[in-house]
């Protein structure tokens, strides 16, 4: 089969899926408290993960026969450890999502990679990133008003900022809902208040 055939013409990606696949995984790891080890979901899809120098790709992953490989680039400059260190999980979290989701298009080589569309190519890294996220960051953690603060979400997380002020902007109505009944100040709002007043607005009973 090659990606070009009728199964990969993706033109949206499929967001839900990358989402049930992501808790799938998580459920099969007994739902771990964040920040999620991404090292024990590579082990549970057989995959093996180097470090390594690239040269310009934050990571990348091929296939020889059943078993995966993962590679994440060590050569990330202009930015603090822990920031890279971040990065660095974010690209194994994006990864993982690539083989979570897109184990049936051709993987052995990077010229197989090059095959694919430009168009189907962009849906296929939404589809990753959108797994990233759910992996790192999944519905159960969110059970504070701290996880709408994006810097705390990202410290509880291991995330950068970037990928936690994302995540907010995508929370479920379940979560929200959630949320939304710790405080009377509606939630948009919360940031913008514990900046200014430096604690978090209570629920007021009445
Ligand atoms: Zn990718």
């Known amino acids: 089969?090659?990606?070009?055939?009728?199964?990969?013409?993706?033109?949206?990606?499929?967001?839900?899926?990358?989402e049930a696949v992501a808790n799938a995984v998580l459920a099969d790891l007994g739902y771990p408290e964040p920040p999620i080890d991404l090292l024990r979901v590579a082990d549970l899809l057989d995959c093996r993960v180097r470090y390594d120098t690239l040269r310009g790709p934050e990571g990348y992953t091929l296939r020889h026969h059943a078993q995966y490989?993962?590679?994440?680039?060590?050569?990330?400059?202009?930015?603090?450890?822990?920031?890279?260190?971040?990065?660095?999980?974010?690209?194994?979290?994006?990864?993982?999502?690539?083989?979570?989701?897109?184990?049936?298009i051709p993987w052995n080589s990077t010229l197989d990679l090059e095959r694919i569309p430009a168009?189907?190519?962009?849906?296929?890294?939404?589809?990753?990133?959108?797994?990233?996220?759910?992996?790192?960051?999944?519905?159960?953690?969110?059970?504070?008003?701290?996880d709408v603060i994006p810097e705390l979400l990202a410290?509880?997380?291991?995330?950068?900022?970037?990928?936690?002020?994302?995540?907010?902007?995508?929370?479920?109505?379940?979560?929200?809902?959630?949320?939304?009944?710790?405080?009377?100040?509606?939630?948009?709002?919360?940031?913008?208040y514990f900046d200014f007043v430096g604690e978090l607005p209570e629920k007021i009973w009445r």
């Open 1 to 18: 089969m090659t990606v070009n055939e009728a199964r990969y013409i993706l033109t949206v990606p499929r967001f839900q899926r990358a």
């Open 69 to 104: 490989f993962i590679c994440v680039a060590t050569d990330v400059d202009g930015y603090s450890p822990e920031v890279i260190r971040r990065k660095q999980n974010w690209t194994l979290g994006h990864e993982l999502g690539h083989v979570l989701l897109h184990w049936d």
């Open 119 to 146: 168009e189907l190519e962009s849906v296929l890294e939404v589809e990753a990133h959108w797994c990233a996220s759910r992996l790192l960051m999944p519905d159960y953690v969110f059970q504070s008003l701290d």
């Open 155 to 192: 410290d509880k997380c291991g995330v950068n900022i970037a990928a936690a002020t994302k995540r907010l902007k995508n929370l479920s109505w379940i979560v929200r809902e959630r949320l939304q009944a710790l405080t009377d100040l509606p939630l948009e709002r919360v940031p913008a």
